[in-house]
């Protein structure tokens, strides 16, 4: 699975900004797409996810702010951020997960964001 993230930038606090992860095959056939995120020195976090059946969830640090949402017919799931804060910097990176008894992650390239005045 090839996944291409786009839409980050520079956006002020309060802003909002929409990531959106082209994959390169069906979304219903991924058990889980993610949203994770990494700011240098840290470790990469997640910051939600959506399975093949629709179902979401967020890290507590984004619940009420970030949506994740999907076009199957675009293949496309997206990560809308509302309310950024200048901590929501980071590099967001697009994930792929294919469970069974053998599990199989793809991560995208990353698109950085920026919140600052």
Known sequence: VQLVESGGGLVQPGGSLRLSC?????????DVMGWYRQVPGKERE?????????????????????????DGAKNTVYLQMNSLKPEDTAVYYCNAQILGN????????????????
Not at 102 to 117: A, D, I, L
């Open 102 to 117: 053998s599990r199989f992650t793809y991560w995208g390239q990353g698109t950085q964001v920026t919140v600052s005045s």
């Open 22 to 30: 082209l994959a390169s095959r069906s979304i219903f056939s991924i």
């Open 46 to 70: 997640s910051v939600g996810s959506i399975s093949s059946r629709g179902s979401t969830n967020y890290a507590d640090s984004v619940k009420g702010r970030f949506t994740i949402s999907r």
